[in-house]
């Protein structure tokens, strides 16, 4: 055999043999991480949140796939634990090779996993409120679609000050939006000359009726919780069983239904709740209350539908399936100035002349550091044990 034929049979021979490989890597699945909290106190979300974006990847399936793929998704919990989820998100990562991340809840267990994102280039996609989670040097691979803590708080405040609160207080745990949370108020209290007091108590007590003898000292006519379900259940007694007849506020996660059930009605009569709104007149709500088969959609539920949609879209737009095509084609895809889109079928479809995705939750416009510009806020009252819609925002 010449010099120039075995050169050729090798080449060949490689060929064939490297053959196999590449097209098993074009036709393996593409795979999408949920990383929600499926026990623990997040655990009333977490399953209708990966509900969410599985019902995303099964109409994106039926429709022919992303770049001529199957998308399939892994689903972990956090169990609401920042040691649980970091556990699960390094399988994601390590085992899984997802290209993505999705719906980490509580403030917790995203700063907890957010180093290993973007460590390994894997985007990050959260639900979590702390202002400090996008602070963090995270190169672009967190985005989050939950207002900040210091709007919510903003928002809340302001909501007391127009119910006619003039001595303020806040209680909570200890979490990362706690000192910020009373920074806040601290501040909207200075600027109208009002009284303000806090205290941040022990998680999982079975009583808190000696801290608040001690909040009540004060005399506040409006109290915002800062606590979780589990926590507020126990708070909301003793505040009942100390007398206390001033107003109170606390964000919808933690005065939830599972709590509204927990509880007699006299003791959450008149408790207000505020969360971010969704885009309820939406295309995108309908469709998520048609996965979800529910009237109405908790707002995570209706991020982590958006989350899907947009990582689909972004990597469909960079044709690629690394968090590093997600990252660097989300803007593309949600604040362009293509088409107007509510789901990645349709997106799909449109996204060669150019899309711009508005999802369940609003529209998802993101800043430098990857927080959702806008929000609208929704505020119930809650009357013999029903949280009805009392104003928006």
Known sequence: MSILNRRLFLGASAAALAAPSLLGAQTMPIKLGSLTPLTGV??????????????VINQVNEAGGLLGREVVLVSEDTQT???????????????????AILGTWASSVTTAVAP?????????????????????PHQGFICRTQPNAELQINTAGEFMLREGATQLAWIGRQTPFAELSIHVL?????????????????????????EVDQILRSNPDFILLGGYAADTVVLLRDLWQAGYEGQIVGPAYAVNPS??????????????????????????????????????????????????NLSILAMAAGEGTTGDTIQSNLRLISQGDGALVDNAVDGLAMLSGGINYSGASGPCDFDDIGDIVGTQFVFKL????????HSRT
């Open 81 to 99: 634990s920042p040691e649980a989820a970091v556990r699960a998100a390094r399988k994601l990562i390590d085992v899984d090779g997802v290209a």
């Open 186 to 210: 601290e501040k909207i209290a200075a600027e109208n000359d009002f009284g303000m007091d806090s205290l941040i108590y022990e998680a999982d007590k079975t009583t808190y009726r000696s």
């Open 116 to 136: 290993l994102a973007w460590e390994s280039r894997t985007m990050l996609m959260c639900v979590s409120g702390a202002d400090s989670i996008t602070q963090l």
């Open 42 to 55: 997040g655990g009333t979300y977490g399953p209708s949140m990966r509900d969410a974006i599985s019902g």
């Open 259 to 308: 709590v509204l059930d927990t509880l007699p009605k006299d003791v959450t009569e008149g408790v207000f709740t505020w969360e971010g709104a969704p885009a309820v007149e939406s295309a995108a709500y309908a469709n998520v209350q048609q996965i979800l088969g529910v009237e109405d959609v908790d707002p995570y539920s209706a991020q982590t539908y958006d989350h899907a």
């Open 382 to 389: 809650i009357s013999n044990g029903v949280a009805s819609v």
